[in-house]
């Protein structure tokens, strides 16, 4: 597995949030209501029987049926990154793993090899209305992001994840070796027997 999944998907991360992207919005829980709602007025309005039995039915059956499928969206079709977390639904991709972000798709280019590589995330395929976006990672292994705004995420991951492999701790391994190499004065034959040449 390239990345973890957290104890409680959902839940917002901690410290800031340099992209998000939810699923569909709770607003669309009020559509079938608000559908019925124009349909008994429109009874009234034209002296018909209102068939409010009918009516009441339908719209708490499609609102919950609603509710049900906007959760689920909101969950699996959730997307953050952070300055050291990339979360696409329940799933979650340290930066510090992915070596590149691979350039997107353009008209006339030839199918790169991660355009089949598995989806980040529960679903095997990227949703409709959603573009990829192309990761290598440090096991040589390439995964797909996906969003709403490809261009954005990949601008925003690009950005990310040159300050994860910019940040202070990739620099303590250089300057260790520096000081080592030039250390001079008696130590010098423990340094000659420690070199690998």
């Known amino acids: 597995m390239p990345a973890s999944e957290p104890e409680r998907p959902g839940l917002e991360p901690e410290g800031p949030v340099l992209f998000a992207e939810d699923g569909w919005s709770w607003a669309w829980i009020f559509a079938a209501p608000l559908f019925c709602a124009s349909a008994a007025v429109f009874e009234l309005a034209t002296g018909a029987p209102v068939h409010w039995l009918m009516l009441t039915v339908c719209a708490v059956a499609s609102a919950m049926c609603h509710g049900v499928m906007i959760a689920a969206t909101r969950v699996h079709g959730r997307v953050r990154l952070t300055p050291s977390t990339y979360i696409q639904g329940t799933e979650e991709l340290e930066l510090d ?101």
């Open 97 to 197: 793993r992915i070596e590149e972000v691979l350039p997107l798709p353009g008209d006339g280019r030839p199918e790169a090899s991660w355009e089949t590589a598995r989806t980040l995330g529960e679903l095997r395929e990227v949703p409709r209305r959603r573009r990829s976006v192309g990761l290598r990672l440090d096991t040589g292994g390439e995964v797909r992001a996906w969003t709403r705004d490809p261009v954005a995420l990949h601008a925003a991951l690009e950005s990310a994840v040159r300050s994860v492999g910019t940040g202070p701790g990739t620099d303590s391994g250089t300057d260790t070796g520096t000081d080592t190499s030039s250390d001079t004065g008696t130590g010098t034959g423990t340094g000659a027997a420690a070199d690998p040449a």
